[in-house]
């Protein structure tokens, strides 16, 4: 069920941003919106997993907060099912402490962030700002909209990657990733330093985290992902991606 469209009439011109909420219990979903209308936010509101799927399916809102625990569907399989129609839509998902933490934790879906309920709601606006600037650096060394090394493309305007022309679907971390990469196309990177650029210095994850991440990113970008030769791991020290695939 739609519950209702807030648009901030004071914020109408210059917002910064559209946030969908996907959340059951009301009391907290007016919470969050009310604090990031406050923020100069614009929200959208849906108290089951299918309402929220009609809401982005034209347009993708900027970013999503997702309570795993939904009366229709499970947050898990919503999170899959946004992506498979927006694959860079970033997703900050809400849990109830204990609630799957392994695969939150693992970050096997592929979210951009989580939050714990009880969570601070000044928190819950400043890691949705986190987010944003990661996927819309202002100050990244790439200024142009497209470039190309080997076979891919990045278009830094649409957020997308293609190999061979073909489009790969990347997550909104993914394509962190990728971009980071063309920045420092043949230089070798430690795995602390990909955790401090991506995820950011506050993060509280280990390098294991970026290893998850290489390795899903391989399997969209590498012919043979076990045999990866574009993006090699340099043992005990990191990755490189490497503009020819000759080059060992
Ligand atoms: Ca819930």
Not at 28 to 42: D, G, V
Not at 154 to 178: C, I, P, W
Not at 200 to 226: A, M, Q, W
Request: hydrophobic share 40%; charged share 30%; with cysteine.
């Amino acid at each position: 069920m739609l519950i209702k469209i807030f648009i901030s009439c004071e914020v109408i011109q210059m917002t910064d941003g559209k946030v969908l909420i996907v959340e059951d219990e009301a009391p907290i979903r007016k919470l969050i919106a009310f604090n990031l209308q406050r923020s100069n936010f614009e929200v959208l509101e849906a108290s089951d997993g299918k309402a929220a799927l009609d809401l982005i399916k034209d347009i993708p809102p900027t970013l999503v907060i997702l309570d795993l625990m939904l009366p229709d569907m499970d947050g898990f399989e919503i999170c899959t099912k946004m992506r498979e129609i927006h694959p860079i839509l970033p997703i900050i998902i809400l849990s109830a402490r204990g609630q799957d933490m392994d695969k939150i934790t693992g970050l096997e879906i592929g979210a951009d962030d989580y939050i714990v309920k009880p969570f601070n709601p000044l928190e819950l606006v400043a890691r949705v700002r986190t987010v944003l600037r990661r996927i819309t650096p202002n100050n990244q060394p790439i200024h142009h909209d497209r470039h190309e090394i080997g076979p891919f493309l990045l278009d830094v305007k649409t957020q997308r990657v293609y190999k061979s022309e073909k489009l790969l679907k990347l997550t909104a971390r993914e394509f962190q990733l990728m971009k980071l990469f063309f920045e420092k196309v043949n230089e070798p990177i430690t795995r602390n330093s990909l955790l401090d650029l991506i995820w950011g210095v506050n993060y509280f994850g280990d390098p294991k985290t970026v290893d998850v991440h290489i390795r899903r990113l391989r399997e969209k970008i590498e012919d043979d992902p076990s045999r990866p030769t574009y993006l090699k791991t340099l043992w005990g020290y990191g990755y490189c991606f490497q503009e020819n695939e000759s080059t060992t």
